[in-house]
């Protein structure tokens, strides 16, 4: 199964147990195939920095770890489905250009569509 984790999952797995990290632990043994775009990583680094204020070094790993167990693909911000919060288009292209079965996320305005196209979008807890 592909699956697009969103920044939030990603920031939730790294610190705390839980659904998020069942998941993303799941990725790292290849029992689900990780996708991701760079875009995305950008705006966990971003998070882990500014919000929890995390060493660079520490999410410099962090994004080096993904990269490991994830394919990269290159959305090309074409999408334009969310109007309420329009950087969350990004990670939905991320998921239709990767091909992705599932995208995982707690965003309500992503969550607020359930399927767009192949792509359905769930919580952790529903995975």
């Known amino acids: 199964m592909r699956v697009v984790l969103d920044t939030n999952i990603l920031v939730s ?3 705390w147990e839980g659904n998020e990290r069942k998941i993303l632990l799941k990725c790292k043994k290849r029992k689900l195939n990780s996708i991701t775009s760079l875009e995305i990583l950008n705006e966990l680094e971003k998070v ?5 204020r995390i060493p660079e070094n520490i999410v ?3 994004s080096k770890e993904i990269l490991y167990f994830s394919e990269i693909v ?3 911000g074409e999408l334009d489905i969310i109007k ?3 950087t969350d288009n ?3 292209e991320t998921a239709l250009i990767g091909k992705a079965n599932i995208l995982v996320t ?3 305005h992503l969550l607020k569509l359930k399927k767009y196209k192949s792509v359905k979008i769930l919580q952790a807890k529903d995975i």
Do not use: V
């Open 60 to 62: 410099r790993d962090y």
């Open 74 to 76: 290159f959305p090309l």
């Open 84 to 86: 309420e919060d329009p």
């Open 90 to 92: 990004i990670i939905l």
């Open 48 to 52: 882990l920095k500014i919000k929890f």
């Open 106 to 108: 707690g965003n309500k």
């Open 13 to 15: 797995a790294f610190f």
